[in-house]
């Protein structure tokens, strides 16, 4: 199943872009990021020229199938004295972010994100202009952040897709492993020998094999 690459949209950049900071993230991603999830992300505060701003951010992506996690860190630690955490659960995802950034002093002041449960963080100082990216209420998720940094965080912005593509995707992706387990031998030897080292987590996957259809699209989507 390939979806096309304007099914992944982007935001803008929230903040000021300067000649001293530079880009992180990925300028276009394509279908390989719809095999992860964020679960985990952190937000770092500190101080910049007698302001608390927004020093930068950190955040986890588990793949799906193999539960590898990959760590994306944005900051500068000199600068750090507080930061807030938000562990994203199974059947939950980012869906929009929270922005406050001060046109006096060109800082982002505060910074947070939520998800499709209404859990969430925000951290910072309510100083400047707020604004909420909801992109569409909470029918999205957020596939990957992006943004410049320099001494602060300048700037952020995120890639994010619809929730029932993205869901059907990994449905569609399910099945077809499904299929070659119960249907192809030599891809079934290799699954069960990588089955001991999967997470704990990732071996329902396996063990859902035989349940009828209905029960096992229920249990899969539950769980991205």
């Known amino acids: 199943m390939i979806i096309e690459k304007k099914a992944i949209k ?3 950049n929230y903040g000021i872009i300067e000649l001293t900071t530079s880009f992180f993230g990925e300028k276009e991603l394509n279908n390989d990021i719809l095999n992860y999830k964020i679960i985990n992300i952190k937000i770092y505060s500190g101080m910049q ?22 760590v994306k860190t944005h900051k500068n630690d000199e600068n750090i004295i507080d930061f807030k955490e938000l562990k994203i659960n199974q059947g939950e995802y980012l869906s929009e972010f929270h922005i406050r950034f001060s046109n006096i002093n060109d800082y982002i002041t505060q910074l947070g994100f939520s998800t499709n449960k209404n859990n969430g963080i925000l951290i910072g100082e309510e100083e400047g202009e707020k604004k909420v990216v909801h992109m569409n209420d909470g029918n999205n998720i957020i596939l990957e952040i992006h943004g410049y940094i320099g001494n602060n965080l300048a700037s952020i912005g995120c890639a994010y897709i619809s929730s029932q593509i993205y869901l059907g995707y990994n449905l569609f992706k399910f099945f077809l492993l499904r299929h070659l387990l119960k249907n192809n031998e030599i891809f079934k030897k290799k699954w069960d020998e990588s089955y001991e080292n999967l997470p704990i987590e990732y071996k329902f996957i396996w063990r859902t094999i035989n349940l009828p259809d209905n029960i096992f699209s229920i249990i899969m989507s539950n769980c991205l």
Do not use: A
């Open 10 to 12: 982007y935001t803008c």
């Open 49 to 70: 020229d007698n302001h608390k701003v927004i020093i930068g951010i950190e955040y986890k992506l588990r793949n799906i199938y193999t539960g590898e996690t990959i």
